[in-house]
């Protein structure tokens, strides 16, 4: 089945960049997704990438995809005390059915 | 509208007790989802509503029983179960396959606290 991994925890301070890193075994991705959830919450849809791209940027948010790797990184930027939170990377590895990796807790050091 | 909402928010059931989680959407998706969280883990996939009709079912117990009434509206009931059972319970909702595309964005709601006393 399919593996998607993620380090536990980051830690950054305000006003720098975090990058969060997710790596992969499945190569049959379609779409990759970057999910935040903060405490108590549901799952916030951040922004994807489709499989034949190797970048996205969406204001704070660039998304970068090597494939040959099969990594996938978020990167935000300025990182605000609002961003706290687990951010999920999930894919769809051939079918409908998502899979997630294990999470990374995202703290802001004031 | 990218909305999907659960009732109820926080939910204190016995082992003997029956409830229902409902979720609704209003977006046009034809795929909709049931979720379960553990804390500090990942969603876990339970089921699968495509068209209306259930299309996985991630062998999950029988005394989890899901209902799709109709296009915008997903049922979740729920008989005896156990306190290992506490959990998030996550809705989703996405555009359904279609045209050659297995797979879409999918769009959460905020989910409903369960715990089994």
């Known amino acids: 089945g399919e593996d998607v991994e993620q380090s536990l925890f980051l830690s950054v301070r305000e006003g720098d960049s975090s990058v969060i890193n997710c790596t992969y075994t499945?190569?049959?991705?379609?779409?990759l997704y970057w999910y935040k959830q903060e405490p108590g919450a549901g799952l916030q849809l951040l922004t994807y990438?489709?499989?034949?791209?190797d970048m996205k940027q969406d204001q704070r948010l660039t998304v970068l995809l090597n494939k040959k790797d099969k990594h996938l990184s978020l990167r935000i930027a300025d990182t605000q005390t609002g961003d706290s939170a687990i951010y999920f990377c999930?894919?769809?590895?051939?079918?409908?059915?998502?899979?997630f990796g294990t999470g990374t807790r995202l703290t802001i050091i004031p | 509208d990218t909305e999907v909402t659960q009732t109820p928010k926080h939910l204190v059931m016995g082992m003997t007790n029956k409830k229902s989680l409902k979720c609704e959407q209003h977006?046009?998706?034809?795929?909709m989802y049931w979720y379960k969280q553990k804390a500090k883990k990942p969603p876990e996939l339970m089921f699968v509503?495509?068209?209306?009709?259930?299309?996985i079912n991630e062998s999950v117990p029988s005394r989890f029983s899901p209902e799709c009434p109709n296009s915008s509206l997903l049922n979740l009931h729920l008989h005896a179960l156990q306190p290992e059972d506490s959990a998030l319970y996550l809705c989703?909702?996405?555009?359904?396959?279609?045209?050659?595309?297995?797979?879409?964005?999918?769009?959460f709601g905020p989910g409903t606290r369960l715990t089994v006393t």
């Open positions: 977006m046009g998706h034809r795929a």
């Open positions: 989703a909702s996405s555009q359904a396959p279609q045209g050659g595309q297995v797979s879409y964005e999918q769009y």
């Open positions: 499945d190569s049959s991705s379609t779409y």
């Open positions: 509503y495509s068209y209306e009709k259930l299309s």
């Open positions: 990438i489709f499989s034949n791209m």
């Open positions: 999930a894919g769809n590895f051939g079918n409908e059915k998502l899979t």
